[in-house]
C-alpha cells in the first residue's frame, strides 16, 4: 500500500546537537510538507516543497533546514538554533501544490531533548 | 489569507448519542474544506472533504460535515458516537491558487462517556 513512512517514531536531542527526521512516501506525489505540533496548537507549517530541489519557509522555520533531492524524500533537520524543539513532528504529502488538494500523513516523530 | 476557528477545545458526548463539532473559517472566495481525525500518537487521517457542489458531505466512519456559506461553517456530524470515535479532531481550510496552503485550526478533542 501505498503512504508516508517517517522514522524514528521516537528521538532524542541532545544540547546543541542536529538531529535529522525522515520522511519517505511512494505515493509519487510532487508537494511535501512538514508540521510542527504542540498541545493545544494545531498545526504549525515549517517547511513545504512543491518540486524537487525546491522548498520554501512556513510559519515557523526558524532553527529547521529542509532538502529535497528526490521526489520521494523529504528530511528535516532540526538544528542546535532551535532552542524549543521538544514536540510531534508531522510530515504531509499531496498530488497538488497548493491548498485545493487534501493532504497524506505519516504517522509523526515525537522528538524530545535529554 | 484564509482562516480557520474550531471554537470548542474539548467536548465530552455519551456513547450512542449524536455529535456536532464546530468549524468557522474566513476566506473571500469559495473554499476547499476538510475534517481530519487524529489518534494520540499518530498522524492525520482525512475524514472528508468539501470542494464544491453538493452542500452535504458524506466521509468515512459514518461522518458527514455541510458547508454553509451565510454561517461561514462546515460542521463535522455523526448521529451516533462509538467509544473508537474519541480522538482530535481537526478542520481545515485551502484555496484555490496553487501558491496556497492548508490551514489547520487548532483541533477539538472528542471524549467518549461509556
Known amino acids: 500500500d501505498g503512504g508516508i513512512t517517517q522514522s524514528p517514531k521516537y528521538l532524542f536531542r541532545k544540547e546543541g546537537q542536529n538531529v535529522t527526521l525522515s520522511c519517505e512516501q511512494n505515493?509519487?506525489?510532487?508537494?511535501m510538507y512538514w508540521y510542527r505540533q504542540d498541545p493545544g496548537q494545531g498545526l504549525r507549517l515549517i517547511y513545504y516543497s512543491q518540486i524537487v530541489n525546491d522548498f520554501q519557509k512556513g510559519d515557523i522555520a526558524e532553527g529547521y533546514s529542509v532538502s529535497r533531492e528526490k521526489k520521494e524524500s523529504f528530511p528535516l533537520t532540526v538544528t542546535s538554533a532551535q532552542k524549543n524543539p521538544t514536540a510531534f513532528y508531522l510530515c504531509?504529502?499531496?498530488?497538488?501544490?497548493?491548498?485545493?488538494?487534501?493532504?497524506?500523513f505519516g504517522d509523526g516523530t515525537r522528538l524530545s531533548i535529554l | 489569507a484564509q482562516s480557520v476557528t474550531q471554537p470548542d477545545i474539548h467536548i465530552t458526548v455519551s456513547e450512542g448519542a449524536s455529535l456536532e463539532l464546530r468549524c468557522n473559517y474566513s476566506y473571500g472566495a469559495t473554499p476547499y474544506l476538510f475534517w481530519y481525525v487524529q489518534s494520540p500518537g499518530q498522524g492525520l487521517q482525512l475524514l472528508l472533504k468539501?470542494?464544491?457542489?453538493?452542500?452535504l458531505v458524506q466521509g468515512i466512519k459514518g461522518f458527514e460535515a455541510e458547508f454553509k456559506r451565510s454561517q461561514s461553517s462546515f460542521n463535522l456530524r455523526k448521529p451516533s458516537v462509538h467509544w473508537s470515535d474519541a480522538a482530535e479532531y481537526f478542520c481545515?481550510?485551502?484555496?484555490?491558487?496553487?501558491?496556497?496552503?492548508?490551514?489547520f485550526g487548532s483541533g477539538t478533542r472528542l471524549s467518549i462517556r461509556p
Open positions: 468539501y470542494f464544491s457542489g453538493d452542500t
Open positions: 505515493l509519487n506525489h510532487d508537494a
Open positions: 504531509a504529502s499531496s498530488s497538488g501544490n497548493g491548498g485545493n488538494q487534501p493532504q497524506h
Open positions: 481545515a481550510v485551502g484555496a484555490s491558487s496553487s501558491a496556497s496552503k492548508i490551514i
